[in-house]
């Protein structure tokens, strides 16, 4: 193996003492020639060992299931049918009970007895001559099925035989395995873009593929209802469907005008969530349902105005609107009744113990307005709109309890105080998981910053629209959903966490595969492995061959990890600007130039951090069998006098859009049209001030500074910026103002210089520069009176 390229700030020798070091803490102990192609599982089984020799799977070996234990039949049949679907008529095996005694065999058992083990725990043999599953749950015997398939080569996958397989070889091994929480989910937005069975079925098998158990179906809200209610037979008439504007980017459609039909949308029947349900059983994923409720339910309301503070009328919006006022009135007993009705129906169809009942993002607007909502806080003694909606979340959670089920909502239901026995889902950061954890009820872990999987995976410039972020494959990676705050008492409450996969700017099934993988398998290994298995080169090692599995299996999944990235440094010993290449890949060649040539295989292979003292265009890719990945990257460099130096922040960039930190406006890296690249630094509501110190007192030619105005996204330019000079520090020369001189109301995204040249001669030590924010989004915009942000690349100092 070549560790060479992945480890060019180590010596190799210290390269391979820490593979080593990370193979033993994963428990694998690597012997005979098979070694490296087995550490590849996915997520990484808390006890795993390598052992000489192999096992061969051939048109000889039995299938067998110890005791014919039925539901052991049932997954060995599933083993029986992959093999068969992959490797052809030769590899047809029957399944056979356990009195056929003879070898090879895999034997499957399933001893249904209480060991006290976390459900989905197995234990996996692979020897010469017997494969032995063992479970004490149907859950653990599938992981184990799982585990064994991902010990076969990536050919395993593969949705159709490319000719007949006679034999497959795998490793002998040995495995105990359990997952580490007992919540490993995914969610799927199926209101936004409905998306068919077909395709959510494929996506509860890649969720089982990587020991996922838990499915939440987003099956309501204001662009869609998705799922058929017999006492409500127009929420699947009208609240289903929606005027096509598909054309049209998601925040720019018009609502739907009189006499235009509503033709896009679908629901599932009763029948479809029924075979639904029962695929999802039969791999171990338990589907949650969600309903939406007070908010995000306009679509409801154009069914039925009624249920509506106003009366409406409404029709189902084709996009989207903020802030969405029109919600369900919390004063009207029938609204009660509809949502029990609905409930009741939901709870038939669907055996999880728990039914989500959103929560989120209630503007009370409508509300505080509303006469029967106002009585209602008078009958009820409570203090405000936020104890209107706990009074409406703890009804509902009344009668869901009243039913045998528990509720989960988004972390708002914590506002105004929390229903008995909610389960939170914490999406605006951990806090909530944490402030429900402190109040002894069960949380999920959802953040927006590692868990959306809607944000962007990588350069936005080279993605399709994503609703904006940046949340990488290593980022993922790195989430930990046990916050420190938490005593070892509260953190029992966190079940585990979740992926969700919102779908205002996903409309097809592929494209959904795209931005859940590969996503979702950095999380399965977060929510399963052991804590102290994570290991991100271990992990990226093992990826490269679940991308093989996944090319095999047809899956759309993201490249995005495939793309060189450059970051700069500064080597104060020679004054240079020092570029490192990188990728989310383990050991994928990278080749780069330097003066803006397109890459090709010849051009100089990457193999440690070099050094440059002028302007350049660095750009670079990584080749995987000689050829291209993905597109490569194109990064200009600037090499200037503030590259490196100190600089003193005296006011704060927002958490949000940190760009690479402190050295991010003087590390020679210009951004993109994109403000979400990673490399603009974003102020809310706030001016830039700060301080660069040269060093020394040193001729100044010019500052140079750009910004970016994107006023859809709430980003205007500064209203100036003012450069100062001193050469102490403490007296400061102020030069005039640059303002700004074009209009908020600009439509483009553009960006734009705010340079000061100053007069020859000039001469200092310290720049400071001001950038003044409009701090507030004007009257006419529609974040009237909010924040406005304010974005700047580089202080660029000639
Ligand atoms: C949410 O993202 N509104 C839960
Ligand atoms: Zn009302």
Redesign the pocket.
């Known amino acids: 193996m070549n560790f060479k390229l992945s480890c060019n700030l180590q010596s190799a020798k210290g390269c391979v003492l820490f593979l080593f070091l990370v193979f033993l803490s994963a428990g694998v102990f690597s012997q005979g020639p098979m070694a490296g192609a087995t550490a590849s599982i996915v997520p990484v089984p808390a006890r795993m060992k390598l052992k000489p020799g192999v096992f061969t799977i051939d048109p000889q070996t039995r299938l067998v299931v110890n005791g014919d234990n039925p539901e052991a039949r049932r997954i060995a049949t599933f083993f029986a049918a992959q093999l068969q679907m992959a490797g052809g008529p030769d590899l047809a095996l029957a399944v056979k009970a356990s009195t056929d005694q003879k070898l090879p065999s895999v034997v499957f058992s399933l001893i249904e007895e209480n060991t006290g083990s976390p459900s989905g725990s197995y234990e996996l043999k692979v020897e010469p001559h017997q494969i032995q599953i063992h479970a004490h749950g149907g859950a653990g015997l599938f992981y184990g099925v799982q585990s064994l398939l991902q010990l076969f080569p990536p050919e395993i996958c593969k949705q159709a035989p490319a000719g007949s397989v006679k034999s497959w070889t795998i490793p002998c091994t040995e495995i105990k395995d359990h997952p580490r929480f007992p919540y490993r989910g995914m969610h799927l937005d199926v209101s936004r873009h409905f998306f068919p069975v077909e395709f959510v079925k494929r996506y509860i098998d890649l969720l089982a593929m990587y020991k996922m158990n838990t499915f939440h179906w987003h099956l309501t809200d204001d662009n869609g209802w998705r799922i058929e209610i017999k006492k409500y037979p127009k929420l699947t008439q009208v609240a289903a469907w929606r005027v096509d504007h598909e054309n049209l980017p998601w925040n720019q459609r018009s609502a739907q005008q009189p006499g235009e039909p509503a033709t896009y949308g679908g629901f599932y029947t009763r029948d479809e969530i029924r075979e639904v349900v029962k695929y999802a059983a039969d791999r171990y994923v338990m589907i949650i349902p969600e309903i939406e409720m007070p908010a995000?339910s306009v679509e409801v309301l154009a069914a039925y105005p009624q249920f509506s503070c106003t009366g409406g009328p409404f029709t189902v919006p084709p996009g989207s609107y903020w802030p969405n006022r029109d919600i369900l009135c919390a004063g009207n007993d029938s609204v009660f009744t509809f949502l029990e009705d609905v409930l009741s129906e939901v709870m038939e169809l669907f055996p999880s113990p728990y039914i989500h009942i959103?929560g989120?993002?209630a503007d009370k607007t409508n509300w505080k307005k509303c006469p029967k909502c106002q009585e209602r806080i008078k009958s009820e003694g409570l203090k405000d709109e936020k104890e209107l909606q706990s009074y409406f979340i703890k009804r509902i959670e009344k009668f869901i309890v009243s039913k045998g089920k528990k509720m989960i909502g988004?972390d708002e239901i914590l506002e105004g105080g929390l229903a008995p026995e909610a389960t939170v889902?914490s999406?605006r950061g951990v806090e909530g998981g944490i402030a429900a954890a402190r109040q002894g009820h069960d949380a999920i872990m959802t953040p927006?910053s590692h868990c959306?999987f809607d944000y962007y995976q990588a350069d936005p410039q080279f993605e399709p629209k994503a609703i904006g972020g940046l949340t990488t494959l290593k980022k993922v990676y790195g989430f930990e959903p046990v916050p420190n705050e938490l005593s070892t008492e509260e953190a029992r409450h966190i079940l585990g966490a979740q992926g969700?996969v919102?779908t205002e700017f996903i409309p097809t099934p592929s494209h959904a595969e795209y931005m859940a993988l590969p996503r979702m398998i950095a999380l399965a290994e977060v929510v399963w492995s052991p804590a102290k298995l994570r290991n991100w080169d271990h992990f990226r090692q093992r990826m490269s061959n679940q991308f093989k599995r996944l090319d095999y299996m047809g899956v759309n999944y993201s490249k995005g990890s495939f793309r060189a990235e450059v970051t700069t440094g500064f080597d104060k010993k020679t004054n240079a600007l020092l570029v490192t290449i990188g990728s989310e890949q383990l050991n994928v060649p990278i080749h780069y130039t330097t003066n803006g040539d397109d890459v090709t295989i010849a051009s100089p292979l990457y193999t440690s951090p070099f050094e440059i003292k002028k302007n350049g265009i660095i750009r670079a890719g990584l080749f995987v069998d000689g050829k291209l990945k993905e597109k490569t990257v194109e990064m200009p460099l600037l090499f200037h006098l503030a590259i490196g130096k100190p600089l003193n922040y005296l006011t704060q960039y927002s958490y949000r859009y940190p760009a690479s930190g402190r050295g991010a406006l003087n590390d020679g890296l210009r951004g993109s049209a994109n403000h979400r690249d990673g490399l603009w630094q974003g102020y809310l509501g706030n001016d830039l001030e700060i301080i660069i110190d040269l060093g020394k007192e040193i001729p100044i030619n010019s500052v140079q500074m750009n910004f970016i105005q994107n006023q859809h996204n709430w980003i205007f330019l500064p209203v100036f910026v003012e450069y100062s000079l001193s050469s102490d520090g403490k007296k400061y020369h102020s030069f005039n103002e640059v303002p700004n001189t074009i209009s908020t109301k600009e439509e483009q995204v553009f960006i734009q210089p705010f340079n000061f040249q100053f007069m020859a001669n000039t001469k200092a030590r310290f720049v400071k520069v001001h950038a003044k924010n409009l701090g507030k989004c004007p009257s006419w915009h529609e974040g009237s009176g909010e924040d406005c942000w304010m974005f700047m690349d580089e202080i660029v100092v000639f």
């Open positions: 995000h959103g989120d993002e988004w889902m999406w927006g959306y969700n919102w």
